[in-house]
Antibody, heavy 124, light 106 residues
């Protein structure tokens, strides 16, 4: 069964850049037509889709975060990554990586596999 | 952006009860809704996608709706079903979530 595991620092200082990596096992990120996705959950429990990188390398980002985001993939390591610049306290959240699976209809996707989550606190 | 509004925000129910959670989209989104269950300290778990397709979960879970109004139903609540439930639209990016419904023991 596909597994995803986030890794990265649990604490980031304000104005610094957050770097997270998701390692995928029991499946290849370069096979298939999946959207390798980042989602975060705020302390108040709200969930926010951050963006995804398609298996072709094409990215799509949340408009409100677009200027601060970079997503990439390393197929040799079966990993994909997220960078968020200019971090503030408002970015404190649990960051999840997930697989986006396209609907058979050809429109829409669903998120069927998730990592366990990486808590990130922004504080000096 | 599409807004997803869930109701109620919380409910109390007993084992064996039928539970219904609603989700309304701010514009028509076809059938592009997923439902997730989340327990404390765990990642959300996909229950239903495309409004009514089950993702390997018990048949007591069902989903319905299209356009702007969607429903998640648990036909007979089991002890392991006490959790928080979220809807999500995947019609168009950014793929937004509802604010969640916490199902508690009565």
């Amino acid at each position: 069964q596909l597994q995803l595991q986030e890794s990265g620092p649990g604490l980031v200082k304000p104005s610094q850049t957050l770097s997270l990596t998701c390692t995928v096992s029991h499946g290849s990120i370069s096979n298939g037509v999946y959207y390798w996705t980042w989602i975060r959950q705020y302390p108040g429990k709200g969930l926010e889709w951050i963006g995804h990188i398609y298996y072709t390398g094409i990215t799509s980002y949340h408009p409100s975060l677009k200027s601060r985001l970079t997503m990439s993939q390393d197929t040799s390591k079966n990993q994909f990554s997220l960078k968020v610049t200019s971090m503030t306290a408002a970015d404190t959240a649990v960051y999840y990586c997930a697989r986006g699976n396209p609907n058979s209809s050809g429109w829409g996707i669903y998120f069927d596999f998730w990592g366990q989550g990486a808590p990130v606190t922004v504080s000096s | 952006d599409i807004q997803m509004t869930q109701s109620p925000s919380s409910l109390s129910a007993s084992v064996g009860d039928r539970v219904t959670i609603s989700c309304r989209a701010s514009q028509s989104i076809g059938s592009y809704v997923s439902w997730f269950q989340q327990k404390p300290g765990k990642a959300p778990k996909l229950l239903i996608y495309a409004a009514s397709s089950l993702s390997g979960v018990p048949s007591r879970f069902s989903g319905s709706g299209s356009g702007t109004d969607f429903t998640l139903t648990i036909s007979s609540l089991q002890p392991e079903d006490f959790a928080t439930y979220y809807c999500q639209q995947t019609h168009s990016s950014p793929y937004s979530f509802g604010q969640g419904t916490k199902v508690e023991i009565k």
